[in-house]
């Protein structure tokens, strides 16, 4: 079982950037696909963005796609969501979850592990 940590939220104003972290622990993260989530108040956590295992199949959701980009350095046992030209919209708790996937996951269900999040504000 691979353990995750997210770090890099913060508060930031629109138009900003902020790249976001997800550490992986335990077994082999690079045989892990790796997903981003992102929950806001009031509302059912949505997809974000996916990369698979060798980091060569990515995904990204409408709402996100040209601003975000997912990356991962296995070496590092890492993956990383760049957000770049944010939005008030962009407000939410990320999650980022593995599962050994053959390629990329776009659902929540298809992801057994999850990180504890972290919460990205983005003031207008």
């Known amino acids: 079982q691979v353990q995750l940590g997210e770090s890099g939220g913060g508060l930031v104003q629109a138009g900003d950037s902020l790249r976001l972290s997800c550490a992986g622990s335990?077994?082999?993260?690079?045989?892990?696909?790796v997903g981003w989530f992102r929950q806001a108040p009031g509302k059912e956590r949505e997809f974000v963005a996916t990369?698979?295992?060798?980091?060569?199949?990515?995904h990204y959701a409408d709402s996100v796609r040209g601003r975000f980009t997912i990356s991962r350095d296995n070496a590092k046992n890492t993956v990383y969501l760049q957000m770049n030209s944010l939005k008030p919209e962009d407000t939410a708790v990320y999650y980022c979850a593995a599962e050994i996937l053959a390629s990329i996951g776009t659902f929540d269900w298809e992801y057994g592990t999850w990180g504890q999040g972290t919460q990205v504000t983005v003031a207008s």
């Open positions: 335990g077994r082999t993260f690079s045989d892990y696909a």
């Open positions: 990369i698979s295992w060798h980091g060569i199949s990515t």
